[in-house]
């Protein structure tokens, strides 16, 4: 029970933490690969949500850390898909993202998939 408390803790501090750096990234700009990375890099580090955003996503790491050394990885590192239930439902909550049928059936096959390992 402990393991599947840190590894829920785990993906949601990592989901608010994706959600956050969207944020963030969604007001600094798209970056490329060209010459003009390294400034919108910077402009990245200084940005309040993409800050918190990493500092959510580290702390995430850290009950990551709880669970596996508690666990078998087998088991354990299935479970992190459930942020793709999490940042999905956060996503259309907080940009409105439109979902297609087809995509909550993805995450509902993953969902499903998440929930035979955790009962194994």
Known sequence: ??????V?????????????L?????RVGVLSTSASLLPGLI???????????????AA??????IAISNARLSYAYPMVALGYFVVAILSR?????????????????IFVGVTLVAKS
């Open 1 to 6: 029970m402990r393991t599947l408390l840190a």
């Open 22 to 26: 969207k944020i963030g990234m969604n």
């Open 43 to 57: 402009d990245a580090a200084r940005t309040p949500a993409v800050i918190l955003g990493l500092a959510l996503s």
């Open 8 to 20: 829920c803790i785990s993906v949601c501090f990592a989901s608010a933490g994706q959600i956050l």
């Open 93 to 109: 909550l907080v940009f409105h993202d439109m979902i297609s049928p087809q995509r909550w059936l993805g995450i509902a096959v």
């Open 60 to 65: 995430g790491a850290a009950f990551w850390l």
